[in-house]
């Protein structure tokens, strides 16, 4: 080898090490995917356990209807990455707190910008229902992502 083609061999043994390292990258690929998804699911579980919780926290009188429709916003973006990073696992109890999740955006509509008492005790009554049917998701989760 002349001192001209060292530089060449060193570059060439230094592809040839990223090419391999590529490659065994690639063939464990699909076991980091389904762990990545499993994690991802455990972690929108853990988000809507603490959405939950502001949801059912916020104060009308004080927050006002931005805090409440923050708080909602919130929870109906965690029941969407559920579904999206497993469905299939808690499929029903998904459901039934899709549906909880939609009656109380419309209660949180009926509340208009005059917040009565009537109507926001039935903001408080689809909230618990809410809340409900989450807690039945996460009964799921604590199995899954133990």
Do not use: H, Y
């Not at 060449?8 to 065994?24: E, M, N």
């Not at 990545?36 to 972690?43: R, T, V, W």
């Not at 809340?131 to 992502?145: F, G, I, Q, R, Y």
């Amino acid at each position: 080898m002349t001192p001209a083609s060292r530089p060449l061999a060193r570059i060439g043994g230094t592809f040839a090490a990223a090419v391999l390292i590529a490659a065994a990258a690639t063939g464990c690929g699909s076991d980091d995917d389904s762990a990545s998804a499993e994690e991802q699911f455990c972690a929108a579980g853990e988000t809507l356990q603490a959405d939950i919780t502001g949801l059912v926290s916020v104060d009308l009188i004080a927050g006002g209807l931005d805090a409440l429709t923050e708080q909602f916003e919130a929870v109906q973006q965690d029941v969407a990455d559920l579904r999206a990073a497993g469905a299939d696992v808690a499929e029903e109890e998904l459901t039934a707190l899709d549906d909880s999740v939609e009656a109380l955006s419309e209660s949180i509509s009926g509340l208009g910008d005059d917040i009565s008492a009537a109507n926001a005790a039935s903001v408080g009554a689809a909230i618990g229902d809410v809340e409900s049917a989450a807690s039945a998701v996460v009964d799921v989760l604590s199995n899954t992502c133990s």
